[in-house]
């Protein structure tokens, strides 16, 4: 089954859900018309059908390997990087100042989810490079600004970030990464770290890793953590690679998924680098990539959600299997609870899409505006984009493969594929518990302000729906006041009370905004047509999970530890 990209669903949210029109009326954005947008959807969506697609397969069954000093990758990532690089994907939300395309990120994050959904483990190398080139434009001085960011731009070079060590995971405040001061400007960077996504390729002229080191004076903790510029060749004078770096590739690691993707052990030894932002201020220059990328990996979530989804359905419209008791073919597709579940992972793949797109929104009119609020509400939702749209993209591969059933579990139909590549995505770039963590702690220090807002627009477009849509406005109203109300508890509680209850509490949160966006969804084809179906089908039977996902969040912390780890074991 080859991959389509999903243009009817980008449009139909940019025009009636997730109110680019917004972003559009701003001076920054004012030229990203319907026209050019659809142009560039158009155009990623050829891209994507016709050059990556196809490397899905051969990826995973010619997977990325370390020859000596060199990263070998699979048949055809070479030429399909170049045709990515070529057509300036990596910087359709760059700065034009640097020759990006400077469209919204909502524009950017629709192509992201199309690059993402036809070959993850290749998307993932531009998905790097943006951040990388976000965190410049913000942290980088002129200088490096000047060096980097344009060869970044157009893929000349590409760019990693290098956070985790073998005895700090998440706990990025314990890495042991030293940086000394070299007496001429630059640090001698030593340590490993693992995981590094893209950590080199055979493709590029270099490789650009952002890492996160100590100084001699860093306190310790993440308080005391500097970000350094650390390229594989040093560029000369005149920009242009130089001597190669005291950096390596220690190994790949053998992976479940993603095989196409070079994740590294990196060894630093004294390796030259350029601090990037102010000393010891190497988390919040960090993060500007990482906020980024969370919502990139969200909607990773959502493209293989999409592929796993047009996998199924083919093979489901396809099969004869049993009697058929209702529809009009003889095919599985048409016995109920193949429907059933066909429809579900349509219904939270929009829902999950919807999400992602309106985090983007968000973040486009906070930085076209200055707006505080919008800037509350990027981050409300960024948690929630990544969480539920990774958890989106595992829970509609696996129903793809239990649509395939016994052939499901059958390497040689692909099926298995989505979900050993999607699934480290709930784990990378912070996993989705400290998601959860993220969206009851840090997003609720305004006193929950920027969720009331959300709720109380959620609620104003369930009021605007109950003359035609009675009961889809009902129960939808319903959620999101149980939802206010639960909020209001949770920030009443201790904070091991909220991270109890965090993974149920965004769930629930993720459901009402799918809701909403169904709602949203419906009103706008007028109730008849089959996105009013999928309307109808999600909030019946899907949104009602919010209720006792808020009865497990009420439930805090305390039984949690009834039980010692002791008494856990067998």
Request: net charge negative; hydrophobic share 45%; glycine share 12%.
């Amino acid at each position: 089954m080859p991959y389509r990209a999903p243009l009817a669903d980008f449009r139909f949210l940019f025009e009636h859900v997730i109110g680019l029109d917004r972003v559009r009326a701003t001076d920054r954005f004012a030229e990203a018309g319907a026209d050019v947008t659809d142009a560039v959807l158009t155009e990623a969506a050829r891209l994507a059908e016709e050059v990556l697609a196809p490397l899905q397969r051969p990826g995973d069954l010619h997977p990325a390997r370390l020859d000596g000093d060199v990263v070998r990758t699979p048949p055809g990532y070479a030429e399909a990087y170049r045709a990515i690089a070529e057509g300036g994907w990596i910087g359709i939300a760059a700065p034009e100042g640097v020759g990006g395309m400077g469209l919204p990120m909502t524009v950017a994050t629709a192509v992201n989810e199309m690059m993402a959904g036809a070959c993850l483990s290749l998307q993932l190398n531009p998905l790097m490079t943006q951040g990388q080139i976000e965190a410049l434009d913000h942290h980088g001085s002129p200088e490096m600004q000047a060096l980097y960011l344009p060869r970044l731009v157009t893929g000349e070079w590409c760019g990693t970030m290098n956070l985790t060590e073998p005895q700090a995971g998440s706990d990025v405040g314990a890495l042991r990464t030293r940086a000394e001061p070299n007496g001429d400007g630059t640090y001698a960077i030593t340590g490993q770290k693992i995981y590094i996504t893209w950590g080199d390729n055979d493709f590029t002229a270099n490789v650009c890793h952002l890492v996160l080191a100590r100084l001699p004076d860093g306190a310790p903790g993440t308080k005391g953590i500097s970000l350094f510029m650390v390229p594989k060749f040093i560029p000369d004078a005149d920009g242009n690679p130089g001597k190669r770096n005291s950096l390596r590739v220690v190994s790949l690691e053998h992976k479940l998924g993603l095989h196409g993707s070079p994740t590294a052990v990196m060894d630093y030894d004294g390796a030259t680098g350029w601090l990037v932002g102010a000393p010891h201020g190497g988390m919040a220059a960090m993060f500007t990539m990482m906020n980024n990328a969370r919502l990139g990996v969200g909607m990773q979530g959502v493209g293989v959600a999409e592929a796993a989804f047009q996998h199924a359905l083919a093979y489901a419209r396809d099969r004869r299997q049993g009697r058929v008791i209702a529809g009009d073919t003889d095919a599985i597709a048409d016995h109920a609870d193949v429907r059933r579940m066909l429809m579900a992972m349509k219904a939270d793949t929009f829902a999950a899409r919807a999400i992602g797109l309106s985090c983007a929104v968000a973040i486009d009119m906070a930085r076209a505006t200055g707006d505080e609020d919008w800037a509350a509400r990027a981050g409300l939702l960024t948690p929630i984009a990544k969480a539920f749209g990774t958890d989106t993209g595992v829970e509609v591969a696996e129903a793809g493969i239990q649509v395939h059933g016994g052939m499901g579990y059958i390497e040689e139909t692909g099926a298995a594929q989505f979900l050993r590549d999607v699934r480290v995505t709930a784990i990378y770039e912070g996993t989705n518990g400290i998601q959860a963590m993220d969206l009851v702690g840090r997003k609720m220090m305004d006193g929950g302000e920027a969720a009331f807002r959300l709720l109380e627009e959620i609620e104003k477009n369930a009021e605007g729906a109950r003359a035609n849509f009675p009961n889809m406005a009902g129960a939808t109203w319903a959620a999101a006041e149980t939802l206010r109300e639960a909020t209001e508890m949770m920030l009443t509680r201790e904070m091991n009370d909220r991270f109890a209850g965090a993974v149920p509490y965004l769930r629930a949160f993720a459901r009402v905004l799918g809701a909403d966006a169904h709602l949203r969804a419906a009103r706008a084809e007028g109730g008849t047509g089959p996105r009013s179906t999928l309307a109808r089908f999600y909030i019946k039977r899907l949104l009602p999970e919010y209720a006792p996902l808020l009865v497990h969040m009420r439930e805090g912390a305390a039984e949690l530890y009834a039980m010692t780890a002791a008494d856990l074991a067998p």
